[in-house]
């Protein structure tokens, strides 16, 4: 017998502490965190063996309404409190949600690093085009000419790619769909879960109230409508010439490949030390997939 959506949410929310949530009405927020609680209890992961960590931003408030082990860290840190938790505690299921502005922006550096070392948490990236919570400012992802209470003639910067921008960093799992396709990104939610190494799924959402208002986009559902319209499977997209592309957002699994995972590989180094052993790499150059530290 199938369970109710509402029951299985409601397993993993703390209703008499955070309620009622600071999300605008339409915002794709709400929508992200069912998919990924959805996605948890599909695995059948114990709550006390789940970490979520956040950053800050409106995002970054979803920590606060869950009941698992959570941190709701610096702007633009929580990848780094996440790694250090996974370091510590390997056995965790790590799962470090923020916005684009507080992954790419102010924590691109630790955005990339985090994906070129391999290690086993995933990041969940809400793309909404915008710094909702702190005044509209553009974020690195606002599009060419968008409107934001920083580029009130346009934007100049061209945007991020987040997911084509975790990929080329070395992260050994890299996703994409948007808040309209709910089944969609649940599957690869779960998937990215299930993959040992770096995952980065990323989140096309909407926000009416901060960027479709300022951008004449219309409300959340014009906004949604929007996402359908423009939406591509990464499938479809191989066969495409750039300027189809141009404007269409490219949703599925971009790269799924298995490389040596950070704690594993730092745990043999820690026991070959401790034996007064030597450790050797053996690799390609540019071959990250070959890279594995051998014990002699």
């Known amino acids: 017998m199938d369970v109710p959506n509402r029951e299985i949410i409601g397993r993993y929310l703390r209703h008499a502490k955070r309620f009622p949530h600071i999300w605008c009405p339409g915002c794709g927020n709400g929508i992200v965190l069912g998919c990924l609680l959805r996605a948890i209890d599909a695995l059948g992961w114990n709550k006390d063996d789940v970490v979520l960590v956040s950053g800050i931003g409106c995002s970054s408030r979803a920590p606060v309404y869950v009941d698992f082990n959570t941190l709701h860290t610096a ?14 505690r390997p056995k965790l299921h790590v799962v470090v949600i923020m916005g684009d502005g507080d992954a ?3 924590g691109g550096n630790h955005f990339i690093h985090a994906c070129r ?36 003639y346009g934007t100049l910067d061209q945007p991020f790619d987040i997911a084509g921008l975790a990929a080329s960093a070395g992260a050994t799992f890299s ?3 948007t808040t309209y396709h709910v089944k969609e990104l649940e599957k690869l939610l779960k998937a990215a879960f299930r993959h040992k190494g770096f995952s980065v799924v990323e989140a096309i959402a909407a926000c009416p109230t901060t960027y479709g208002r300022r951008n004449r986009q219309g409300g959340a559902v014009d906004m949604m409508k929007w996402q359908k319209k423009v939406a591509v499977s990464a499938k479809r997209a191989a066969g495409m010439t750039p300027e189809e592309l ?34 050797a790499f053996r690799s390609q150059p540019g071959d990250v997939t070959s890279t594995r530290a051998k014990e002699y």
């Open 75 to 88: 702007h633009g840190r929580a990848l780094a409190f996440a790694t250090g938790i996974q370091m510590v």
């Open 104 to 106: 790419v922006g102010i």
């Open 117 to 152: 070392r391999n290690i086993d948490m995933t990041a969940v990236v809400i793309n909404n085009f915008i710094y909702g919570m702190t005044g509209g400012q553009q974020s690195p992802t606002t599009p060419q000419g968008a409107l934001s209470s920083t580029s009130v």
């Open 246 to 279: 141009h404007g269409r957002i490219v949703t599925g699994v971009l790269v799924d490949r298995d490389a040596p995972e950070y704690t594993e590989e730092y745990d043999r180094i820690r026991r070959a030390a401790a034996e007064g052993k030597r450790v």
């Open 175 to 177: 996703a994409r769909s």
